[in-house]
Structures are given as C-alpha cells and as structure tokens.
C-alpha cells in the first residue's frame, strides 16, 4: 500500500499493531507517544500503521513508556523492526518490472519466503503458469474489469521471472491445492491447455513443488470464495503472512488468529484433496483427451 511517498509493509504494520496494542494497555494515546519520541501525533500514527520504517532507539523508548521490560518482547520488536527495514531497502528482480498495487508487496514476501501454500480455485497458480497461458487469461473479458492491468509483454517477463524460485538454491518449497474446475475450461485452446497441462505435471515431479487436484467430488467448502497464499519464513519466530484474493478484492491477513484460520482451512482443502499421485494421474488424462 502506498499513501504519498510513503509505503505501509505487511511488517511494519504488525509492528505498528504491537506497539498500538501495548500502547492502548498502557492506557496512554498518541499524544503521549509523541511526548516521549519528540515527534507529532500524525509521525505516531503513521508509525501505528506501518507507513515509515521504526529506528530502534525509538521503540526501546515506547517500550518503556509502555511499561514493557520483558527482553524478549522488546527483542521481538527490534527484530521485526530489523527484517522491516531491511525489506523496505532491498532491491530485487521487480524493481525491472512494472508491478503495481499489493502485487508489488507480494512478489517481494515471495522472494523472501521459504515454504508457501497455496488454494486456487479459479486459475492456475502463477508460479506454475505458461507464458501462453498468462496471455490467454489477460485477453478474457474479466480479466479486463481488473485494476492495473499492465503491458502483456511486461506482464509475462514479470511472471516468468517468479519462476525462478521454484529452481534457487535452495528452492522455495511449494505446496498447491487446484480446484478440478480449474483444468476444465483453461482459457486459449486446446494447444495452450495441452502446455499448460504438460507444465503442471512436469513441475510435480519436482521434490519441492507438491500438486493436488481439490476433485468436483470433493463438495462445498469456504474456499471456493476466493483464492489464498500462505507465505512462511526462515526467520526464528518469523509470523505466516496470508494473500487473500477474490474478484475486486485483495488483503493481507497477518499472523496471529486469521493467519492460524487460513492454515487449518488449507488443511482441510489438502484433506479432502486427491494424493500427489491421483492428481498426475488426472492431468495426464486431461491431456490426453484434449
């Protein structure tokens, strides 16, 4: 999220969250804050919402505002404040492209992460995407009514270079759960579902990408509302982050009880989901009747 030349990060707004919620226990407000960091109420709340990155010295100065001398909550503090600064700084593949809105954010926790789930009940994962099929779901009419729709060129390269995280050393582990409804009606034809289809199965074959295929026989669930990625970290103690999309709508849920939701929603998904070796079996077939 961007407002003016400042950026609210996923991190900095679960530090300023914390910070918020040991500042309201304390019984104290903004005004008090901006007493104690020699600052303007408006700095306080920006620093609450995760719109500029935190200096150190600053919250061991809010922590004993706050009451909080507890050396590992301060030290939980300082470090997410660290991984936040140090992610708002870093340059990386996407700087070369133009990636707008949250999707920005994404590819950048992406990058970063080590293990990401993900239920897709509408497309195929864009990490698994063929560049023929990119280009066939951004000429169909929904595709159109989206916001920040970029160049296809653009776009693709864009795409294409995520990729390549599924082949870094070491590779990021990904596990992924498709809805069947997904492979019935891949946009472009018979020749970019034939690829399509040749891509996910050569891709599950990888030791660190599992596929399953959610079955029509499956029945109802809440994830057929919209699709989610759970992102998880190296770092000790480092939260789940949760993309949540649906049609004209994209949020972040941040660890804590949405992100635990999300996870056991994941693993009933994967549950009632065909095995690694059933869904192969299925694509496979799909891609011999085209």
């Known amino acids: ?51 500029v990155s935190m200096r150190d010295p600053d919250i061991r100065a809010l922590c ?43 590819v950048a926790l992406e990058s970063a992460a080590t293990v990401i789930r993900v239920w897709q009940p509408a497309f195929v994962p864009g990490l698994l995407q063929t560049p023929e099929y990119v280009r066939a779901v951004r000429n169909t009419p929904v595709a159109a009514l989206r916001e920040g729709v970029q160049p296809d060129d653009d776009f693709i390269a864009a795409r294409l270079a995520r990729k390549h995280r ?30 399509q289809l040749d891509e996910l199965v050569r891709v599950a074959d990888l030791s660190n990408i599992s596929l399953r295929v959610f079955p029509f026989s499956g029945g109802a669930h809440a994830g057929l509302n919209g699709s989610f990625n759970i992102l998880s970290f190296a770092a000790p103690g480092a939260m789940d982050v949760v993309y949540v999309e649906a049609p004209f709508a994209r949020r972040w849920a941040e660890g804590g009880e949405a992100a635990t939701s999300y996870d056991n929603l994941f693993q009933k998904i994967a549950e009632c989901s065909l095995s690694e070796r059933e869904s192969v079996s299925l694509l496979s077939k799909l891609r011999k009747d085209l």
């Not at 070491?170 to 018979?190: D, H, Q, T, W």
């Open 64 to 106: 004993e505002l706050y009451g909080v001398r507890d050396p590992g909550v301060v030290g939980a503090l300082l470090e997410l404040a660290r991984v936040d600064r140090e992610r708002r700084r870093a340059k990386g593949w996407w700087d070369d492209y133009t990636i707008s809105g949250l999707m920005q954010e994404y």
């Open 166 to 195: 599924l082949t870094d050393d070491p590779p990021l582990k990904l596990r992924v759960v498709i809805y069947e409804a997904v492979f019935r009606s891949i946009p472009g034809g018979a020749e970019t579902a034939k690829a």
């Open 1 to 51: 999220m961007t407002q003016g030349n400042c950026t609210s990060s996923v991190l900095g707004r679960r530090l300023g969250g914390e910070l918020a919620k040991l500042r309201m226990a304390a019984g104290l407000t903004q005004s008090h804050a901006a007493k104690t960091l020699t600052a303007s109420t408006t700095k306080v709340a920006k620093m609450e919402g995760g719109w």
